[in-house]
């Protein structure tokens, strides 16, 4: 939102605010402010805001209302106001002089603490966010489900991934949140994260039991089918392993060439390389992916030789050339060559290769982020599931 806007909103909020509580403000001496030192405050705010200084004209505002059930959410936007312009600390002080109010109804009480719970998290201060969350989950108010979603961010950003579960659970239980995917797809996360530690102790049941519980959240999740694959390898159950594997490429294709490896090391311990080819000869019609294309040929070549996959791989790239398809053809094809040639050749295939290794092999659907390694969470826009393989089909 522009300065302009913000002016604008905060004007209104502050004379619907004044109005208000003008009208409702108690009439005895005592409590009421004279009404003309409350104009003068107001103008004075405005001319900060006309004159551009719109931190002191929040402050004149904040002291120029009174606060009663009226207002008071003047009060919590102008707070909010002062967070989003980075005044964190001017932020707190005022929603703590909300909660200090005597006789604030208690159904501001909520709202007002999430606001500080909120400044608390912006300010870094997790422990005391944390708090004050929970103190609003006890009062059972209608700021429960905004304070369970903060308290998943900050269990997220702890890395308190069995607690990020259980709030996540608890906010699924509302109707509203249901069929919320981002949240489905970030709890299943937070479970792979648990199972992946638990994989790296060698718990295996209590990794599997993770599992489960992020199919739950998530049934389609490519990181979770890939955590139990690897978790039926280590317990030799290879058909089941190879099973996840297939599922991933059938459900998630973009990840076709992660789940290569993996494949090819279940069909090998079962020995069954031939399934393995046929498989990836059906799946390069669809996915015609290089990392598929590299695969076959390496197949074809301890098969039946070098020759035989230098032929595979020259029919492909004359139909679809490809950079890492051409850096392959070259291994293969230079000790085949004489001394002066494959020297020569040994240039361009370096040269290419360390073309190949500056590309970015994974983006962010959301953001455009791009990296040489798979992050579940985009370190830039942090959003769950959103960074994928880049395909190169060419
Ligand atoms: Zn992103």
New binding site residues.
Partial sequence: MDNAAVYFMLLIAVIAGWVLGRLSAPRNAAAERNGSDIFEDYFVGLNYLLNDEPDEAIDTFIKALEINSETIETHLALGALLRRRGKVDKAIKVHQALLARPGLDQSFFGATKLQLAVDYISAGLLDRAERLLREILSDNSAAKWSALQHLITIYQMEKEWQKAVDCSDQLLLNSAYKRDQELRAAAAHYCCEIAEQLVSDKQFVKAKEKIRKAFGFDKRNVRAAMILADIEQHLGNYKAAIKQLIGVRNNNPEFISQVLGPLAECYEQIHNLPEYEKLLSNTLPQQPDISVVLALSELVKNRSGDQAAIEFLNDYLHKKPSLAGLVELLRLQIPKTDAEVSSNLNLLQQLVDSLLRKKPAYQ?H????ESRSLYWL??????WD??KPIMEVS
């Fill in positions: 962010c959301h953001c455009g982020y985009c370190p830039s826009c942090q959003k959103k960074i």
